[in-house]
């Protein structure tokens, strides 16, 4: 039986996402995604700022190599995968990624702050087919 391994994420994207193929010509987009955290501590606001890696597959991943670019925020929810190596070196190496697996595109935002959003947030989940309709300025992606 699998046991629990989920997480939301939410921020923004660090870069352009990279789009490829496998030799098998399933989508791969990888990009990564910064997440600020702000808290109070002895009355002092502060923040700090955590960086993740995410890989999307497939349908999710043309969509997202499609739609996002540096500085879009999106909420990713998906799983944790670790990978392991060993160097040329010797030396053992780990890292932790996020397979998403549903990515919601955050709406986007014209002009400085408070100013109205002209695009709608679009959802993306990895279990469906991608469905695309226009409407005057706005894309929906349903999936």
Known sequence: MNQLNSIILEGNLVRDPEGKLTPKGTALCEFSVASNRFYKQDGVRHSEVSYFDVEVWSKVAES???????????????????????????????????????????????????????EDGDAIDAEEPLAESRESNQEELVI
């Open 64 to 118: 997202c190599e499609k739609h996002l670019n540096k500085g879009r925020g999106v909420r990713v929810v998906g799983r944790l995968k670790q990978n392991r190596w060993t160097d040329e070196q010797g030396l053992s190496h780990s890292r932790i990624k996020v397979v998403g697996e549903h990515v919601e595109f955050k709406p986007l935002y014209t002009g400085s702050a408070g100013s109205e959003i002209n």
